[in-house]
């Protein structure tokens, strides 16, 4: 596999000299600087930060997926709302010292909002943002950091996920699919229960297959595609002929499995039939298990900016459309039994007639 690189660096037009921060042992920046030497402030003076401070999860920048999805709403905050912005990328084999370390540098520097893109970062944001009170801090996938000024960004994956299953049940030819999660923890447990259910909705006789890559997010269970391939492999070797993963960087090697033997992928948190790294197997692309981490930064990112800060725990699911399931890939589209069948599980849920599972 080729080795990701820690540090990527972009440049925008500015009218002043770019900000640059000084890569350490916590990880390297990804993108650029401050727009100006008034860190970004709006025409009212309200905004006095340099802009958004994010830092990216395990598999960083490029994964695809889960680190994609909050780099489009990164960039949409910085192109709307006219500020600057600075991304971090993870390093090889940190410790949590060095996330915090991540953290406290984007905040020491003036960015705000600063959000960690992932769980990982809890302990980090708890202790940063006590030394912080003026700056508001986002924490994606974690409710358990309770601060003033911290907004814990949570979705309900398990939504998105009964969707994919009730899909995959109705794709596929044999009565068989399969599940593959990243890491054996909580939150990717969530995303097992809800296609488990879907899948059993439709027919609890179908076969599901069910694998985790790793038992801890360090052993590279996020950000090995080899790993996600050989999953793959393995579980259509077994006779699964529609594959769902929520594995980050290392779905790349399950949608590349399973579209070189010509069965469904399904895709997880971006749309990854449009995912460019994929374009030689999206026509195996199903759909993917939507999750806007995207529209959750910009939505932080924007209520600091206009000086109305957001904080507390902030839920998304079917019902506000931050989690759902895409229907880009025309030959989904064209399997009108699968979107009728998908869009009614929609409407229950969102009706309340089903409440999904986020524990296996």
């Given at each position: 596999?080729r080795?990701?690189?820690?540090?990527?660096?972009?440049?925008?037009?500015?009218?002043?000299?770019?900000?640059?921060?000084?890569?350490?042992?916590c990880?390297?920046?990804?993108?650029?600087?401050?727009?100006?030497?008034?860190?970004?402030k709006?025409g009212?003076?309200t905004?006095?930060?340099?802009?958004?401070?994010?830092?990216?999860?395990?598999?960083?920048?490029?994964?695809q997926?889960?680190?994609?999805?909050?780099?489009t709403?990164?960039?949409?905050?910085?192109?709307?709302?006219?500020?600057?912005?600075?991304?971090?990328?993870?390093?090889?084999g940190?410790?949590?010292a060095d996330?915090?370390?991540?953290?406290?540098?984007?905040a020491?520097?003036?960015?705000?909002?600063?959000?960690?893109?992932?769980?990982?970062?809890?302990?980090?944001?708890?202790?940063?943002?006590?030394k912080?009170?003026?700056?508001?801090?986002?924490?994606?996938?974690?409710d358990?950091?309770?601060?003033d000024?911290?907004?814990?960004l949570?979705?309900?994956?398990e939504?998105?996920?009964?969707?994919?299953?009730?899909?995959?049940?109705?794709?596929?030819?044999?009565?068989?699919?399969?599940?593959?999660?990243?890491?054996?923890?909580?939150?990717?447990?969530?995303?097992?229960?809800g296609?488990?259910?879907?899948?059993k909705?439709v027919?609890?006789k179908?076969?599901i297959?069910?694998?985790?890559?790793?038992?801890k997010?360090e052993?590279?269970?996020?950000?090995?595609?080899?790993k996600?391939?050989?999953?793959?492999?393995?579980?259509?070797?077994?006779?699964?002929?529609?594959?769902?993963?929520a594995?980050g960087l290392s779905?790349?090697?399950?949608?590349?499995e399973?579209?070189?033997?010509?069965?469904w992928?399904i895709g997880?948190?971006?749309?990854?039939?449009?995912?460019?790294?994929?374009a030689?197997?999206?026509?195996?692309?199903?759909g993917?298990?939507?999750?806007?981490?995207?529209?959750?930064?910009?939505?932080?990112?924007?209520?600091?900016?206009?000086?109305?800060?957001?904080?507390?725990t902030?839920?998304?699911?079917?019902?506000?459309?931050?989690?759902?399931?895409?229907?880009?890939n025309?030959?989904?589209?064209?399997?009108?039994?699968?979107?009728?069948a998908?869009?009614?599980?929609k409407?229950?849920?969102?009706?309340?007639?089903?409440?999904v599972?986020?524990?296996?």
């Amino acid at each position: 596999m080729r080795r990701r690189r820690v540090s990527r660096i972009s440049q925008v037009a500015v009218t002043v000299a770019t900000f640059a921060l000084v890569a350490s042992a916590c990880g390297g920046t990804s993108s650029d600087a401050a727009k100006d030497d008034d860190g970004g402030k709006k025409g009212d003076g309200t905004y006095g930060g340099k802009g958004i401070g994010l830092a990216y999860d395990i598999g960083g920048r490029g994964d695809q997926s889960f680190n994609d999805a909050a780099f489009t709403g990164y960039e949409r905050a910085r192109k709307d709302l006219k500020i600057g912005g600075i991304a971090m990328e993870p390093g090889d084999g940190e410790s949590s010292a060095d996330k915090t370390q991540r953290i406290e540098t984007l905040a020491r520097q003036g960015y705000n909002p600063v959000i960690g893109v992932g769980f990982v970062y809890a302990p980090a944001v708890q202790e940063v943002a006590k030394k912080y009170p003026k700056i508001t801090f986002g924490i994606v996938d974690d409710d358990t950091v309770k601060a003033d000024n911290v907004a814990d960004l949570v979705f309900h994956e398990e939504q998105g996920s009964y969707l994919a299953g009730v899909a995959a049940a109705k794709a596929t030819k044999v009565k068989h699919v399969g599940f593959i999660g990243g890491v054996d923890i909580p939150i990717i447990h969530k995303f097992e229960a809800g296609f488990v259910q879907g899948v059993k909705s439709v027919d609890p006789k179908i076969k599901i297959e069910k694998r985790y890559l790793t038992e801890k997010p360090e052993e590279g269970g996020f950000a090995s595609p080899d790993k996600g391939q050989d999953a793959a492999s393995g579980q259509l070797e077994a006779g699964a002929d529609v594959l769902y993963h929520a594995a980050g960087l290392s779905g790349q090697g399950v949608i590349q499995e399973a579209g070189s033997q010509k069965k469904w992928a399904i895709g997880v948190d971006s749309d990854q039939y449009k995912q460019k790294a994929l374009a030689k197997y999206k026509k195996y692309i199903l759909g993917s298990a939507l999750k806007d981490v995207g529209g959750a930064v910009y939505d932080l990112t924007k209520s600091v900016v206009e000086g109305k800060p957001m904080t507390g725990t902030q839920r998304y699911d079917l019902k506000s459309g931050r989690v759902g399931f895409s229907d880009a890939n025309p030959a989904y589209r064209d399997m009108k039994d699968v979107v009728a069948a998908v869009e009614k599980a929609k409407k229950d849920i969102v009706d309340g007639k089903v409440t999904v599972k986020t524990r296996p």
